[in-house]
C-alpha cells in the first residue's frame, strides 16, 4: 500500500443515501434486501490471496468499509476498523443481514471453486457500485497471483484516492423538478406457489451468447431489457390464465441506472424503478404486442424529466418535517408496517439489468462469465438480474418458491427461438 493511502483521511461516517434510508427498516430475521455479483475466473481461488487483495481495495472504498448506527432521527454509517474476513460460498446466498455479525460489515465476500462472489447489503449501493467492487477486488487477485492487470472500465486503481464524487448522495444533486409525481400503480397479479423453508433461496441461471440474443432483439427493434421484459409479461399472463380467477394487472418493476441518465461517478445507490404493465381484461396480447407496448411504455418513462420528477418527490418525502424530525422508532414502525402490507403490492416480477460489465482486456480474458442476482421477492416468484460481460450472457433467477414452472417457462422460449441456454442451479 502507497504511503499516500496510508496518510490519507478517511471519513468517519456517511448519512443513508436517499434511496437506503428505508431498508434498514425492512430488514427481519428471515430477510434483507440485499444482492449478489459474482464472477468466475479460470482458476481456483485461494482464500489467502483474496483476503489480501481485499484488504488492499478497501481503503478504494471508505462507503462501504462501514458498519450501521442508530441515530435519533436517522440511521447512519460509521467507519469500520474490525478486521476483514473471506468465507467458503454457501448453497443458499443472500442471507439475511444481522448488523451484528460479520465484524458489522455490511457485505460478505465469499469463494468457491473459481468464482468470487459478494452479497451486499442495499443500504451500501446498488449493482453497478457492486459490480465496481467486485471488478476491483478481482483484478487485485489477480495482480497477486502475477498477471498484470491495469484499471479500466469498472475496475478501478486500489492506489488512486477515492473522490468526492464516488460517495456523493447523487439524488440530492439531480433532483430539481418541481413536479410532485404521485404513482398509482393499482394492485398486481402475483404466483402462488409453496415455500421455500426460511433462509433457502432457488437460484437458476441461464447462460447464453450476448451476440446471438442480441441479434433477436435487433431484429424485434428493441433492447435487451425490453424484449426480457415483455417475455416476462407473456409468462406470467399465462400463468394468470390458468390460475383462472379475477384477472389482474401483470407488472414488471425494473430499476434503471441514473448515472446513465444524469451522470456522474457515484458508489452508492442511484438508481430508480419503473414499472411496465399490461391489463389482461383489455384483451389478448400477441408477443409482438407485448414488446410494442413494452418498449413504448418504457422509453416513455426512462426521460430525465420522468426521473427528476420521481427523484424529487422522493426527497420531499423525507424533507418533510414531519417525517424528517420524527423519531427514528417512530419512523421504523410505520415503514415496517408499510413494507409488511404494500411490499412488492404493484408488481409481479422484477427485473433488473446490469449491462454489460466493462473489463480491460487484460482481466477480460481471465473472466469467465458474471452473474448478478436479487434478493428473493416476498411475493414475487420471479426476481432475476441480468448481466454481460463478453460474450456471455447470464439471467438469474432468485426463487423463494419450491416451483419452478416461472423460470422453466421462460428459459424454454429462448430455445423455441433457436437459442442455446444452459442452465445452472443450486437446486442440484
Request: glycine fraction near 8%; charged fraction near 20%.
Given at each position: 500500500m502507497s504511503k499516500r493511502k496510508q496518510t490519507e483521511k478517511k471519513p468517519l461516517w456517511f448519512s443513508l443515501d436517499n434511496a437506503a434510508k428505508i431498508f434498514p427498516a425492512q430488514n427481519t430475521s428471515t430477510w434483507s434486501n440485499s444482492f449478489r455479483v459474482q464472477m468466475e475466473l479460470d482458476r481456483k481461488i485461494n482464500p489467502a490471496v483474496l483476503r489480501a487483495a481485499l484488504?488492499?481495495?478497501?481503503?478504494?472504498?471508505?462507503?462501504?468499509g462501514v458498519k450501521i448506527r442508530r441515530g435519533f432521527f436517522w440511521f447512519y454509517l460509521e467507519k469500520n476498523e474490525n478486521p476483514l474476513t473471506v468465507h467458503p460460498d454457501i448453497k443458499n446466498p443472500l442471507y439475511r443481514v444481522n448488523f451484528k455479525e460479520n465484524?458489522?460489515?455490511?457485505?460478505?465476500?465469499y469463494y468457491h471453486g473459481s468464482r468470487i462472489a459478494v452479497d451486499?447489503?442495499?443500504?451500501?449501493?446498488?449493482?453497478?457500485?457492486?459490480?465496481?467492487?467486485?471488478?476491483?477486488?478481482?483484478?487485485?487477485?489477480?495482480?497477486?497471483?502475477?498477471?498484470?492487470?491495469?484499471?479500466g472500465g469498472f475496475s478501478l486503481s486500489p492506489d488512486a484516492p477515492p473522490t468526492p464524487e464516488e460517495t456523493e448522495d447523487s439524488f440530492v444533486r439531480s433532483a430539481s423538478s418541481e413536479v410532485k409525481k404521485l404513482k398509482k400503480d393499482g394492485i398486481s397479479y402475483h404466483v402462488k406457489a409453496d415455500p421455500m423453508p426460511d433462509h433457502t433461496v432457488n437460484v437458476t441461471s441461464g447462460i447464453l451468447s450476448f451476440a446471438a440474443f442480441h441479434r433477436l432483439t435487433k431484429e424485434k427493434n428493441v433492447t435487451v431489457t425490453e424484449y426480457l421484459a415483455a417475455l416476462m409479461l407473456s409468462v406470467l399472463l399465462e400463468r394468470q390464465k390458468r390460475d383462472g380467477g379475477r384477472k389482474k394487472q401483470v407488472a414488471v418493476q425494473i430499476p434503471v441506472d441514473l448515472r446513465r441518465v444524469f451522470g456522474g461517478e457515484t458508489l452508492r445507490n442511484f438508481t430508480i424503478c419503473m414499472l411496465v404493465k399490461v391489463d389482461p381484461n383489455k384483451g389478448e396480447y400477441s408477443f409482438d404486442e407485448l414488446l410494442e407496448l413494452t418498449k413504448y411504455q418504457l422509453r416513455l418513462q426512462n426521460t430525465m424529466k420522468e426521473h427528476n420528477a420521481s427523484i424529487t418527490a422522493n426527497l420531499q418525502i423525507e424533507r418533510n418535517p414531519f417525517v424528517r424530525f420524527a423519531p427514528l422508532f417512530l419512523k421504523n414502525?410505520?415503514?415496517?408496517?408499510?413494507?409488511?402490507?404494500?411490499?412488492?403490492?404493484?408488481?409481479?416480477?422484477?427485473?433488473?439489468?446490469?449491462?454489460?460489465?466493462?473489463l480491460p482486456e487484460e482481466?477480460?480474458?481471465?473472466?469467465?462469465?458474471?452473474?448478478?442476482?436479487?434478493?428473493?421477492?416476498?411475493l414475487n416468484p420471479a426476481r432475476l438480474g441480468v448481466?454481460?460481460?463478453?460474450?456471455s450472457l447470464v439471467i438469474t433467477f432468485s426463487n423463494s418458491?419450491?416451483?419452478?414452472?416461472?423460470?422453466?417457462?421462460?428459459?424454454?422460449?429462448?430455445?423455441?427461438?433457436?437459442?442455446?441456454?444452459?442452465?445452472?442451479s443450486n437446486r442440484e
Open positions: 484488504e488492499a481495495v478497501m481503503p478504494r472504498f471508505p462507503s462501504y465484524g458489522r460489515y455490511l457485505f460478505r465476500v451486499c447489503y442495499h443500504v451500501l449501493t446498488d449493482g453497478h457500485g457492486g459490480a465496481v467492487f467486485l471488478s476491483t477486488l478481482a483484478a487485485e487477485y489477480l495482480r497477486r497471483e502475477g498477471e498484470k492487470i491495469p484499471a414502525f410505520f415503514i415496517s408496517i408499510g413494507f409488511a402490507i404494500a411490499a412488492e403490492q404493484t408488481s409481479s416480477a422484477l427485473i433488473t439489468n446490469l449491462g454489460k460489465v466493462e482481466l477480460a480474458r481471465h473472466v469467465k462469465k458474471f452473474l448478478f442476482m436479487p434478493a428473493p421477492g416476498k448481466a454481460t460481460v463478453n460474450d418458491f419450491v416451483q419452478s414452472d416461472v423460470e422453466r417457462a421462460f428459459f424454454t422460449a429462448f430455445v423455441k427461438q433457436g437459442l442455446h441456454v444452459k442452465i445452472e
